[in-house]
């Protein structure tokens, strides 16, 4: 039987849903993503410009998380661009470690020559149709790269015109186009290719890097079709035809060129099977979690970016690249590496909250990988033993993208004059790296307490802990941080105020997670004394106002980017219950700052906008602009970053609708009463799932799953009425006052309503 505790409070975000199908539970029985998510889709009504490009493309994307497709050209010249997560070449040296193309498909038919262009991408079921028609000839396709089953690209070929139509279908390796080299700065590297055909109907090709690589990588596919001499075809009126490419990699397979050849054969066969795994897969990527938004711009956005990231994210070995898996010149600007001071970490941020973990998961990898580097880092440079000191560029495998090398010592020389290198690594000044890489950890941590998780990589963040307690300095009154660096080559910041932020989330989470699994005692009390004791955020008077400043003694302030609100959002430091001084500063530093469009931070200062209290109507008419400032495929206009942006519409929807931010789950925190709006499974922290709809001002439907039985703290969304808590096994509890509380019983969900 439940206890009776009366408290109270929540922090549960709804939209108001003037959607209808945006309700909890659909009385016909129709599922609500299907109806919400299915009525958006991603339109192109001409080729994209930006492609193949070193930077994220403005093309169609389609993925399954370990192989990549983009489309270019011209009615008459479809290009399928094919990259894989796991291709890289592997070298630990400045600009010798890169994400690489595998290679592209050809389709060819020159009677399309004047033909209208038209590609739709259903997002629900994760199919890209094209159109292309002239007054007598049309082909129209269907391509999408199997979710689950096979690792494929199918493509379906139909003549829609009112004459035969031919062409041609071929699998290639990368053009010149293809790479980028500018001497000197731009090197060229030695690669071994394959291609060719076996029996009539299949080609493949093999790209692989075995010279002077630290590890050696292989790709392969094949492509299998019903098709004549250099990959001829001609289609009537009405008649129709398929390809399947198949991938594999040295990674997935001792025989790559072999395994692709026979996924390719055999997958031809059983069709149907690969259809009905694909949209099963989508579909459920859709169920676990879901918006419904009066905005529909805002909405669209909402969920092309989580599209994205479910077709790029889900090799655990292999974490998508700055840009993405859609990889289609070499090399990419930042080699396209794991960039350590924000990048790498950013394109999750949306994950946790939506409840999509798996697409999560591949964040971990490189850093657990990393870790006998990052201890000789923090030895050799720093003199701390056992911690941990991270570059700004890994890549997978461990290994290094921006280690010192005689190419460095020639050609950039001035970064080590200037302090940037220590020892062999490309540090910018900066202490924070390792840091910042616990932020998604300690998300997903407090969003799931899942044990299991925290204990393999608890020895990840046990030395960054490590590291800190010892680098930090005792001033006879406070733990102060020296020799720092809140920017890239900043050097000799002191206090920087983004590592005071995430100094305090990394022994947080050390503490909490060494408690859970029940080890390192004596070290939580020392981690939780430096919490308690660390220099307060600097502040400065600008513009009038009171707002944080950059660093104590150092940098004052920074035009751009958004350095100085990311203690707020993603260090998780100040939110709706903190100090009232403390959120006047912070709302006041936000406001002073202005970038609702910055090339960088967007991810990080939208949702830190909502976490203290800025006016909900002023996020969402930036949140509008933000989402009409993208290409068709959802990546920012203009902006020579890639997946990091993915993050930003999401994370800051979910967070106006919902929020368990310092342990008090939240409805609405932050949403316009008059706009109506409904979510279902929204992750929270405490392991609890949220589902609401707010319609006229006032929340309705409230359910939440428990996953581990924790209490909840649930403010009350209906003031000072009494609420009914009722358990999905029938006991019911009566609730009231501000900040509510209830046991729960780990996998039970709790129906309220007010009373």
Known sequence: MLNRFIKGGILLAVLSATHPVGAINDAQGIAPAAAIV???????????????????????????????????????????????????????????????????????????????????????????????????????????????????LVIKLKSTGRREISGTLELKLPLAEDSFVQLPYERSF??????????????????????????????????????????????????????????????????????????????????????????????????RSYVSLPDSVIENQYYKSLYGMGSCSRDKDFPPSIFGSWITKERPFWNGDYHLNYNHMAPYYGLYSSNRIEQAD??????????????????????IDGGILLPVG???????????????????????????????????????????????????????????????????????????????????????????????????????????????TVLQTACDMSAALGIDADSRFNWKKIVNTLAEYPTQIRNGRKVFRYSEKGTEWWGDNTLGIQHIYPAGQIGHASDPHLLTVARNTVEV??????????????????????SPDTILTHLHDYCLHTYPNGFQRGNPHG?????????????????????????????????????????????????????????GQLKIKSERGRLLRLRNPWGDRRVLATSESGESLELNGDIME??????????????
């Open 643 to 699: 997946i990091e942006n993915l993050s930003t519409v999401p994370n800051t929807i979910n967070e106006m609708l919902c929020s368990g931010h310092q342990s008090v789950v939240r409805l609405f925190p932050c949403w316009p009463k008059q706009l109506d709006a409904s979510f279902s499974n929204i992750r929270v922290e405490g392991a609890f799932l949220v589902s609401a709809t707010m319609s006229d001002g006032e929340v």
């Open 38 to 152: 299915g009525k958006h889709s991603i339109h192109f009504d001409e080729p994209p410009k930006c492609i193949p490009s070193r930077f994220s493309v403005d093309a169609p994307l389609m993925g399954n998380g370990y192989t990549a497709v983009s489309l270019s050209g011209t009615p008459d010249k479809q290009t399928f661009h094919l990259a894989r997560n796991d291709f890289w070449r592997l070298r630990s040296a400045l600009d010798e470690s890169f994400p690489a193309v595998l290679g592209r498909i050809q389709l060819t038919v020159p009677d399309l020559a004047d033909a209208t262009y038209s590609i739709d991408q259903n997002m629900y079921d994760g199919v890209t149709r094209g159109c292309f028609r002239t007054d007598s000839v049309a082909l129209e396709y269907q391509t999408y790269v199997a979710a689950d089953s096979e690792d494929v």
């Open 394 to 504: 890994i890549g997978p495998k461990g290994i290094e993208t921006t280690r010192r090398s005689p190419f460095m010592d020639k050609y950039y020389h001035g970064w080590i004059d200037n302090g940037n290198i220590e020892d062999e690594g490309m540090f910018w000044g900066q202490r924070s790296n390792a840091a910042y890489a616990v932020v998604p950890i300690s998300m997903l941590y407090y969003l799931t307490l899942d044990t299991a998780f925290a204990a393999r990589v608890y020895p990840f963040v046990k030395m960054t802990a490590r590291f800190w307690e010892n680098y930090l300095s005792w001033d006879g009154n406070r733990y102060v941080i020296c020799n720092d660096a809140v920017h890239e080559g900043t050097i000799g910041d002191f206090n920087p105020i983004l590592s005071l932020g995430l100094v305090r």
């Open 742 to 755: 209830m046991p729960t019983s780990a996998g039970m969900s709790y129906s309220f309503v007010p009373f």
């Open 362 to 383: 591949p964040y971990y990898a490189p850093l657990l990988d990393f870790i006998d580097r990052g201890k000789y880092y923090s030895s050799a440079v720093t003199g």
């Open 190 to 287: 030695a690669d071994r290719r394959n291609s060719g055909s076996v029996g009539d109907n299949i080609q493949f090709i093999v790209r692989e890097f075995v010279d002077s690589v630290d590890i050696p990588t292989m790709a392969a596919a094949a492509l299998a079709a019903p098709l004549g001499p250099g990959g001829s075809f001609s289609l009537t009126p009405g008649e129709e035809m398929t390809a399947v490419c198949a991938f594999s990699s040295n990674f997935k397979a001792d025989d790559p060129k072999a395994t692709a050849i026979s996924v390719a054969k055999n997958s031809s066969h059983k069709l149907e099977e690969i259809d009905r795994a694909h949209l099963r897969w989508w579909h459920d990527y859709w169920a």
């Open 593 to 614: 700052m202005n970038r609702w469009q910055d090339a960088n931070g967007t991810n990080s200062f939208f949702p830190a906008a909502v976490r203290v209290g800025i």
